[in-house]
């Protein structure tokens, strides 16, 4: 997750200097780059220069950032998995060609009245309750006027001043290697309104949307970014959408300001749009910190202004889109075509009643189970992936033995074959079964891993696998090759009878690969073990 300083702001000698090895303090990276290169970097872009003084040349950019602490807050758009539009019954498929599914309610045409979609308030119920919020029992939608391209009626339905929930939270656990520990951040609202159309995407406007408002809560981009991940889990666990931030059904819009220690004032709001991924979240947000810290720094407060910025990928900077709107350009006022919302104790009692274990709750009960942090990150990310691991420990697995097979191999086959755990043939039930032979001693390691991969790939049962595999469970045959191999090591077999006890696995090994992994791990032992410690 590091940021690269060099890009976006115009290099001084002095920052060349300082910045002419890579090092790391707090998750932020920097690195050297040539004045010319710096200098290519910030051209097309309409910010500003920064002026470096004569005093500030003798100060590191360490000491310009520990003065100031970065106050973050995020708007997020989440599109709704519904069948047709917010307003309207034009069906909704992401890719569908421009101009297709459209009507006069989504053309504005007049005398073209909207149609509140009942899925929507469900999914925004299901949403404010999973934030831990306050439901508004009787919410209004309003009119928001403002020019977008793709917005033929000139105004966005949306919800103003009565929210259909608010003041709630959410919970997570930052990664072990940012860190870790757990974080708390709030939630100021969450409303229903329409998404506008794309001027170079598909899906032409008027599609259910959700918008989630944070507080003010976070101060770097990494804790953004996992805020963002879990609204991500939160809006998939609950089936409201699929989240895809390629496709734009999950967008995040950065509010960001900077301050000096100790001030209590917020500083000036700089929104940022254009983050498609979480990693982006992450460097725009460092990104514009520096940008803001220096300038004020330099005394340039004037050079910060409340506008829009885009986050370039190429260039790895932010840059001027607009000036930014206040709530009186958008000139608010209530929607005269559609009634209010009105939620009945019964509906959201049914709601409620039918909510899911959520990423938190899972993240708990897995950490009672003895489970790492890092295991329980991985597990729980995947709501599909969860459901897996809980029903392979239903069937009896043992719980850490089943987090390291779907870590591990499963995984990893799953990436090489860019599958989904619900797409491989395996199943929890067989999962469960391959990891009690194994610990039970009827096939090795080994064979376990042939047998996994072949049921991922074809699907079919442990026990058929085993037969397959003609494993050799005969006393007498396994007697014989612990007798041979005990014969072929006698000085091993001195060191074991005299203390070295440890050489059983050697033993063990010797079998195992006079057998080619086909005898019976458990009756082998046994075996081995009684021929051991027999008298000679």
């Known amino acids: 997750m590091a940021l690269l300083l060099c ?40 910010s500003t220069p920064i002026k470096i003084s004569p005093h500030r040349k003798e100060k590191g950019l360490d000491d310009v950032l520990k003065d100031y602490e970065a106050i973050i807050g995020i708007e997020t758009h989440v599109q709704l998995s519904t069948l047709t539009k917010a307003f309207c019954s034009c069906p909704y498929h992401y890719g569908s060609q421009p101009n297709t599914n459209i009507c006069p309610v989504c053309m504005g045409l007049p005398g073209a009245l909207p149609v509140l979609n009942s899925k929507v308030i469900e999914c925004a119920v299901k949403l404010g309750l999973a934030l831990n919020c306050k439901l508004n029992i009787k919410s209004k939608f ?9 917005l033929p009626k000139g105004y966005q339905i949306s919800q103003f001043d009565v929210p259909v929930a608010y003041g709630g939270h959410i919970d997570l656990d930052l990664p072990v290697e940012f860190g870790g520990g757990h974080r708390r951040f709030g939630i100021t609202r969450v409303h229903m309104e329409e998404d506008a ?17 944070s507080e003010p809560d976070m101060r770097n981009g990494i804790e953004a970014a996992e805020y963002a991940a879990e609204l991500q889990r939160l809006v998939r666990y609950l089936g409201v959408g699929n989240g895809n931030m390629q496709e734009g059904s999950l967008r995040c819009d950065v509010n960001i300001s900077v301050r000096p220690i100790g001030q209590v004032k917020f ?4 929104e940022i749009k254009n983050l498609n991924s979480f990693s982006s979240v992450n460097r725009a947000i460092d990104f514009e910190i520096v940008r803001q810290a220096l300038l004020l720094s330099e005394g340039q407060d004037d050079q910060i202004v409340q506008e829009t910025r885009l986050w370039e990928e190429g260039s790895q900077k932010t840059v001027t889109m607009r000036k930014k709107e206040g709530l009186s350009d958008y000139r608010y006022f209530p929607e005269p075509d559609l009634p209010g919302v009105i939620l009945t104790k019964d509906y959201v009692d049914s709601i409620c009643n039918c909510l899911p274990e959520l990423p938190e709750v899972k993240r708990r009960r897995y950490e009672k189970m003895g489970l790492s942090m890092q295991d329980i990150l991985f597990l729980a990310n995947d709501v599909n992936v969860a459901e897996f691991f809980d029903a392979t420990i239903a069937k009896g697995a043992d719980v850490k033995l089943a987090a390291n097979w779907i870590m591990g191999d499963i995984a990893a086959y799953m990436k090489n074959e860019k599958l989904s755990i619900d797409d491989i043939k395996l199943t929890p039930q067989e999962l469960a079964e391959l990891i009690a032979s194994i610990k039970g001693g009827t096939i090795s390691g080994k ?3 042939e047998i996994l991969f072949e049921l991922m790939a074809k699907g079919g049962t442990v026990k058929g696998m085993i037969e397959e595999k003609d494993l050799i469970a005969d006393p007498a045959e396994i007697e014989k090759m612990v007798d041979k191999v005990l014969l072929d090591n006698p000085k091993q077999l001195e060191q074991y009878r005299g203390g070295k006890t440890k050489l059983q696995g050697y033993f063990a090994g010797q079998v195992m690969k006079a057998s080619k992994g086909k005898a019976n791990p458990g009756l082998l032992n046994k075996i081995l073990l009684e021929k051991l410690n027999a008298k000679s």
């Open 447 to 449: 064979i376990g891993k």
């Open 267 to 270: 500083g000036t709001k700089v």
């Open 197 to 213: 159309g794309k001027l170079l995407h598909s899906g032409n406007g008027r599609v259910p949307l959700l918008e989630i408002v």
């Open 7 to 46: 890009r976006g702001i115009r290099m001084y000698p002095p920052l060349l200097n300082y910045a002419a090895f890579l090092r790391r303090k707090s998750h932020v990276f920097y690195c050297a780059m040539s004045t010319t290169e710096a200098q290519t970097a910030t051209q097309g872009s309409q």
């Open 142 to 150: 309003d009119r928001k006027q403002y020019f977008y391209p793709d």
